[in-house]
């Protein structure tokens, strides 16, 4: 099956440093991938989607300065936390729709600390 | 606007019985629901799924029953198992939007 591969699983950084997180389509082309973040036992909440090519979609109050989305191929798009502080800690998961009628695989997520 | 609901947070039961898992939303506009299921520190791992045009999908001991009249969905799984002890995610699609919307999830333990 489609698998989705997310990278770094866990990452601790300073405050005020950048992180970047990647998120790789294995053995499929993904022209869409989205990016999700879940704080403690609430849900996952859409950050943005980034579509292969073009600008990302971010929604409703996501500052799109802070949260950098790259989508430069058909199998990597990334998340660079800019300027990281410690409310910028989470649970970053990615997700990539992998072209079957309910496809959507996800990443095994980002635990960043930022300390 | 919390679109897609999971109003009980945990779920405590038996090994060999069911676990009965509900979601409720507001939308009647979504194309599909979809179950998953998470462990912690990991992604989302895909279950299930129904169109909103059935009222019932089955896959092995994985049962979602859908009512759009009380828009409402449930997750029946049968027998229980230990291993089936994770967080549960409800979500649901509108097709033109291409965008998932979760529930809160709900938490379920199975006792041996």
């Known amino acids: 099956g489609a698998v989705v591969s997310q990278h770094p699983s866990r990452v601790i950084c300073k405050s005020g440093t950048s992180v970047k997180i990647e998120c790789r389509s294995l053995?499929?082309?993904?022209?869409?991938m989205f990016w999700y973040r879940q704080f403690p036992k609430q849900s996952l909440m859409l950050m943005a989607t980034?579509?292969?090519?073009?600008?990302?979609?971010?929604e409703q109050g996501v500052e799109k300065d802070k949260f950098l989305i790259n989508h430069a191929s058909l199998t990597l798009s990334t998340l660079t936390v800019t300027s990281a502080h410690p409310e910028d800690s989470s649970f970053y998961i990615c997700?990539?729709?992998?072209?079957?009628?309910?496809?959507?695989?996800f990443g095994s997520g980002t635990r960043l600390t930022v300390v | 606007d919390q679109q897609v609901k999971q109003n009980s947070p945990s779920l405590s039961v038996q090994e060999g019985r069911i676990s009965i898992l509900n979601c409720d939303y507001t939308n009647s506009m979504f194309d599909y629901f979809l179950w998953y299921k998470k462990y912690p520190a990991e992604g989302p791992t895909f279950l299930i799924s129904i169109s909103s045009i059935k009222d019932k999908n089955e896959d092995g001991r994985f049962t979602v029953f859908l009512n759009k009249s009380a828009k409402h969905l449930s997750l029946h799984i049968v027998p229980s198992q230990p291993g089936d002890s994770a967080v549960y995610f409800c979500?649901?699609?509108?097709?033109?939007?291409?965008?998932?919307?979760f529930g809160a999830g709900t938490i379920l333990r199975v006792k041996s």
């Open positions: 997700s990539a729709r992998d072209g079957g009628p309910y496809g959507y695989t």
């Open positions: 980034s579509n292969e090519g073009s600008k990302a979609t971010y």
């Open positions: 053995d499929f082309q993904a022209t869409t």
């Open positions: 979500a649901a699609v509108k097709l033109v939007r291409d965008k998932l919307v």
